[in-house]
């Protein structure tokens, strides 16, 4: 007599799924296969559509399309730890008005975390501010320097000093080159200067990324801003 095939959620019988296939999928993921009832699968595409909904929603709000669409979507998801985490800086950021470094490895939610802060300010009546992964920003700056680029380099600058909130993600991608760090220090010098808040968001623990930016760096997040470091367990689960 054949196993019975159960739903992976509910547990309800599942038709249309064979022994033979079952076990194949087990010997695939070395454990129970992964397998919904069309009741939990219909309510996971009901799920996803009302995500796609409400991202639809906050993109016709002011969202520039830099800003990633799946952290905007999963801004329902942020709770708990995370959530009481990004409260705080958010905070801080109001008061001081500085730069903050959101750190720790991948899946803590990190860039989820800084679009909450920049849907606090859309609730506000203000502008999210820009949103930009760090490989992304350099190679903004060296397409400037084309010929026949429509921006110099000093406008694209301009656009990182003076954005009203300014995100630079992945920031552990980078080649921390002298060219890349003169280039950092000076957006973030500027950003300081005229009181403008900044997040900078790295896969690095506290350690690695002041080795990373350098001391004068770590010395102006460290004036009015900080270094916070997501150790919580990873928020992706599998499925």
Avoid at 4 to 25: D, F, K, M, T
Avoid at 120 to 129: A, K, T, Y
Avoid at 158 to 182: C, G, H, M, T
Wanted: charged share 30%.
């Amino acid at each position: 007599m054949s196993e019975p095939i159960s739903c992976s959620r509910c547990g309800a019988s599942v038709e249309g799924v064979s022994a033979e296939e079952a076990r194949s999928l087990r010997s695939i993921f070395n454990r129970a296969p992964l397998v919904l009832c069309e009741v939990c699968v219909a309510e996971n595409k009901t799920g996803w559509e009302e995500k796609q909904k409400q991202v639809e929603i906050r993109k016709t709000r002011d969202w520039s399309e830099e800003w990633p669409p799946r952290a905007i979507a999963d801004l329902e998801l942020l709770k708990d730890a995370p959530l009481r985490m990004v409260r705080t800086i958010q905070k801080k950021l109001q008061a001081n008005r500085g730069t903050f470094a959101i750190l720790g490895d991948r899946g803590r939610g990190k860039t989820v975390m800084a679009v909450w802060l920049a849907e606090q300010r859309r609730q506000r009546g203000q502008s999210p501010g820009v949103y930009v992964r760090s490989h992304d920003l350099f190679a903004t700056i060296r397409r400037a320097w084309h010929p026949q680029s429509q921006e110099d380099e000093w406008t694209v600058l301009e656009r990182y000093r003076k954005a009203p909130f300014l995100v630079i993600d992945e920031f552990q991608e980078r080649s921390e080159s002298e060219w890349e760090n003169r280039t950092l220090v000076n957006i973030i010098d500027h950003r300081h200067a005229n009181i403008l808040p900044t997040v900078l968001i790295a896969n690095l623990t506290a350690e690695a990324f002041g080795k990373s930016v350098g001391a004068s760096m770590v010395d102006r997040i460290g004036q009015t801003g900080g270094m916070v470091e997501c150790a919580w367990e990873s928020l992706r689960k599998v499925g």
